[in-house]
């Protein structure tokens, strides 16, 4: 596993750590943690007591390398797991970073400080319906061109499909799912959606 950290997103990042260093099988744990400069990190002695955490000072020597740099010392980064929290520009930064090697979002854990925006304004108007297919129960249903703006979940429950959710804020990830074919707005890491806060942006959905 590698957790990618950055400020206050370490507070959620470092009780993961805590539990997961206390288990009888310790797991193969990489760290990367990113903030201003020592004296402004959280948690930097027990941090640094664990031998897990590199870390990264935004302000001092590392501010010469880019995100992208320090992160591809990770050679393994495509076989590992990985716990992302952080300021909003950093984890956008993080995410461009892992598209661009290709890595599998499936493996992806994204801590969120506040749910994704599920506004209707992130709806694509479409002039004909969308038929959206679930792979999973072998089943489709028809969002109506006037529906458009309805998230995929909402279009399906007024249609008698279920689907799994929880929050419904895209906050859980209970509903997660992975595109196969066509695409949504909204809510989306990569082929992984979250249709309770993504619009169908296709004539055609198909869904795992």
């Known amino acids: 596993m590698l957790f990618i950290c950055a400020g206050s997103g370490i507070t959620p990042g470092y009780a993961v750590l805590r539990h997961m260093l206390a288990q009888p099988q310790l797991a ?6 990113r903030t201003p400069t020592p004296e402004l990190t959280i948690f930097q002695q027990p941090l640094a007591a ?5 870390f990264s000072y935004s302000r001092q020597g590392d501010a010469d390398q880019t995100l992208a740099e320090q992160l591809a010392v990770y050679g393994d980064i495509l076989e590992r797991d990985i716990y992302l929290c952080g300021p909003e520009p950093f984890k956008n930064a ?3 970073f892992l598209a661009d090697i290709y890595y599998d979002f499936d493996r992806l854990e994204l801590e969120q400080f506040a749910p994704p925006s599920a ?13 959206v297919h679930l792979k ?3 089943l489709s249903f028809v969002i109506s061109a006037q529906n458009t703006q309805q998230t995929i979940l909402e279009a399906a429950e007024a249609q008698g499909v279920e689907m799994p959710h929880g929050c419904r804020t895209g906050m859980c990830g209970s509903c997660r799912t992975n595109i196969v074919s066509g695409e949504v707005t909204g809510s ?3 082929k992984t959606i979250y249709p309770c806060s993504a619009f169908a942006a296709s004539r055609e959905l198909v869904l795992q």
């Open 28 to 33: 193969d744990i990489a760290f990367f943690y």
């Open 136 to 138: 999973s129960q072998n």
């Open 94 to 96: 993080v995410l461009k």
């Open 119 to 131: 506004a209707a304004s992130q709806a694509r108007q479409l002039d004909e319906d969308v038929t």
């Open 188 to 190: 989306q890491l990569g």
């Open 50 to 54: 664990t031998g897990k955490v590199d």
